[in-house]
């Protein structure tokens, strides 16, 4: 009999299969085709961008943020990275029999603060109570509607060959926080979750050069640019020396086998530019908070293969591919 | 990163290389084997073969310790997951090996499982948790078993009743042996494995390299750690005299570690060990020694019975013997990838076919280097 698996939801290989089998084959319409992180629509004279993003995070807290924060910044990154300022947010909780009342409280002081930070409210609410044991603790989904900044041309079709691709810093922070917290290893270390809202940061650099935009969340930078290059269909080669990683998180990855280029990232977007705007985009990035560790890390190639490629650290070459199920500790 | 970066340096890594493909000039083709799973991963990882020259092949050896514990092992450690009770704790990577009808990771979910780093842990767990019985998975080479004979002791001094290792623990050297032996593998060089030889040293490689005559070089795990030991291999080839060299000496030592090697002595006894993929070779495993009985999960607890099916069609046997690659399987990628292997070389990820499926060889066409050797 098949069945879903974890490895559906790491947003590898698998998912991808399952969302154009299942869903695309039978909900297809020609905004979700587009696949995209928020769908845009025109109202009026108006374009909208709408997106949603459910969270099962565990644990529940973690160092730099808990569910209630993580579940802002992901549909408020969602739409910044669409070139939409949010708007509105919608949350649904549902929540396991028996959870702790201080606890959900502290959730919802996280959502508030987070949602004073990115300037939105939640306008809509939804609150379901379940027996014990039908889900782990708590489970949010949000939703929600942006406007799209006038300056914003983000789609995948204007990406070209030479265009630079840049990350707008460190990656792996958010996994390997969360890895710390969820597993008995004991390191002793400062690593923090980037759980950010990104939309101020994207209102500071959104321009016609940005072509195109995403967070590199599930799946890590490596799924999330062979994301774009599907997308695009161009070939894309990025550089290792160029790739921030904080050095606590790559003495972690060096320790436990892991790849910090699929670990997930909560606060982090990838930007596709024109040549010519790439240093001055770069600069303005790094002017921001959240920017300021951003480098350009590659380049959009002519050839149509859809594959992402790394130059390694040693001058070897290697094919990025997209995640394959949920990365694991090694033995030794 | 400090003693890191350093071994993964641009400029050495070419100039290494240079010298690699001057050196192997004229000398035929040379298949050296990388035994190490971390070696295995660290090649592909980097593009190593891409540095390489034409006539110097690089096949990956029987050194990824997930890859060889035999399914029946992990057929029974799910079922130890189904007692009641009992609590199996394991290192991170062998909870996605398929067992016969499960896997660890999805008896995780139900709360059985817990991953570890280290089984000294699991030893803190049970100590804390005395009306639960803590069953370590034991497995892996003799890089790990010292730790783990360490907090064995550790549990005999806190009177740990409730703890218990299910030991699947192998050692390299009856291994390479056997590979050594086989002329369809036509080992030309041993990559030895770093973690292990800090651990035993260097004689015995002595016997392989003398009684075969098969150049042996102790490697480290960065890319210029590899390309400095395939330089050394190829030398030893050239000069037609095998001798044991040890690149990585800024670990290695020429007797090992003593201290741990006395601990693996006083725990452990050797037995004959079943290799998934190979078989069983003789005097290759480590079970608890008569003194540490009590904490043998094999001895203390009552193991249930478990059917465990074949694998068919899967040729994971000639790959971890370095007979054939992945690319010569007609389930790779297609029938068996990561996330649903047919065999040992695509479950973990040191192994063979999972390092050839992650890092797939940039494409002649494009000009980034010629196909996979």
Request: proline share 4%.
């Amino acid at each position: 009999m098949k069945t879903i698996t974890l490895s559906h939801g790491s947003g590898g290989k698998l998912m991808h299969d399952l969302i154009r089998d299942l869903f695309l084959k039978n909900l297809g319409n020609p905004f979700l085709n587009k696949m995209g992180d928020a769908a845009l629509i025109k109202s009026g004279s108006k374009k909208l961008a709408y997106a949603t993003d459910s969270f099962v995070v565990k644990p529940l807290f973690f160092p730099g943020g808990d569910i209630g924060k993580l579940s802002v910044c992901g549909t408020v990154n969602d739409l910044a990275v669409s070139g939409a300022m949010p708007r509105y947010l919608s949350c649904g909780m549902i929540v396991e029999d028996g959870f702790s009342y201080a606890d959900l409280e502290r959730i919802t002081i996280s959502i508030r603060d987070a949602c004073r930070f990115a300037g939105v409210n939640i306008v809509s609410g939804d609150f379901k109570v379940v027996e014990k044991g039908a889900i782990d603790g708590i489970f949010i989904n949000t939703s929600g509607i942006g406007e799209v900044f006038e300056d914003s041309f983000i789609d995948a079709a204007r990406i070209k060959p030479g265009d630079k691709i840049i990350i707008s810093g460190t990656i792996g922070d958010h996994a390997a926080s969360i890895l710390l917290a969820r597993e008995d290893l004991k390191f002793k270390t400062k690593i923090k979750s980037d759980c950010s809202p990104l939309n101020k940061f994207v209102s500071s650099i959104i321009c016609r050069d940005i072509k195109f935009m995403r967070d590199p969340t599930r799946g890590g930078l490596a799924t999330t640019l062979n994301e774009i290059s599907m997308a695009s269909s161009y070939d894309i080669a990025i550089e290792e020396l160029e790739i921030p990683v904080k050095k606590s998180v790559k003495a972690l990855c060096e320790i436990l086998g892991f790849d910090p280029l699929y670990m997930a990232n909560e606060g982090k977007l990838i930007a596709v530019v024109s040549k010519s705007a790439a240093v001055s985009i770069l600069s303005k990035m790094k002017r921001h908070a959240l920017g300021k560790d951003a480098r350009i890390i590659g380049e959009v190639k002519k050839e149509k293969d859809k594959k992402v490629y790394l130059k390694t650290q040693s001058g070897g070459l290697r094919i990025l591919d997209m995640i394959t199920g949920e990365q694991l500790p090694r033995i030794c | 990163m400090k003693y890191i970066d350093e071994f993964r340096n641009l400029d050495i890594a070419a100039r290494i290389s240079g010298l690699i493909k001057e050196e192997a000039r004229g000398l035929g083709d040379m298949n050296f084997m990388e035994v190490c799973g971390t070696h295995t991963m660290a090649v592909e990882r980097f593009g190593i073969r891409r540095m390489l020259p034409e006539n110097v092949r690089l096949i990956s050896g029987p050194g990824c310790p997930v890859c060889v514990t035999p399914k029946n092992y992990i057929d029974k450690a799910i079922a130890l997951t189904s007692l009641e009770n009992v609590i199996v704790f394991s290192f991170g990577d062998m909870l996605k090996v398929p067992g016969t009808n499960s896997s660890l990771l999805k008896q995780k979910l139900k709360g059985k499982v817990k991953i570890v780093y280290s089984a000294f842990d699991a030893a803190l767990f049970a100590e804390k948790n005395r009306n639960k019985k803590i069953v370590f998975l034991g497995i892996g080479f003799e890089t790990t078993a010292p730790t783990v004979a360490a907090t064995v002791k550790y549990a005999k001094k806190k009177k740990l009743e409730n703890f218990f290792v299910y030991s699947n623990h192998k050692v390299m050297p009856p291994a390479m042996k056997l590979l050594a032996k086989d002329k369809k593998a036509n080992i030309k060089g041993f990559l030895c494995p770093a973690h292990v030889s800090a651990i035993i040293g260097m004689k015995p490689y002595a016997r392989i390299c003398e009684g075969y005559n098969i150049p042996c070089v102790i490697a480290g795990f960065e890319p210029l750690d590899i390309l400095h030991s395939v330089f050394m291999l190829i030398r030893q080839v050239k000069s037609k005299k095998a001798k044991v060299e040890n690149q990585y000496n800024r670990v290695v030592k020429f007797s090992g570690n003593i201290k741990a090697l006395r601990l693996i002595e006083e725990v452990f006894s050797i037995n004959d060990s079943d290799w998934r993929g190979i078989g069983v070779i003789k005097n290759s495993g480590l079970i608890l020694s008569k003194r540490y009985r009590d904490f043998d999960a094999e001895k203390n607890i009552d193991l249930p019975d478990v059917k465990t099916s074949v694998d068919k069609g899967c040729i994971c046997g000639s790959v971890l013997k370095g007979i054939k690659t992945p690319l010569d399987c007609a389930l790779f990628s297609k029938k068996c990838t990561p996330e649903n292997p047919y065999g040992a070389c695509m479950v973990s990820s040191e192994g063979a076919c999972a390092a050839y499926y992650r890092y797939p060889a940039p494409l002649a066409s494009l000009g980034y280097g010629t196909s996979r050797k």
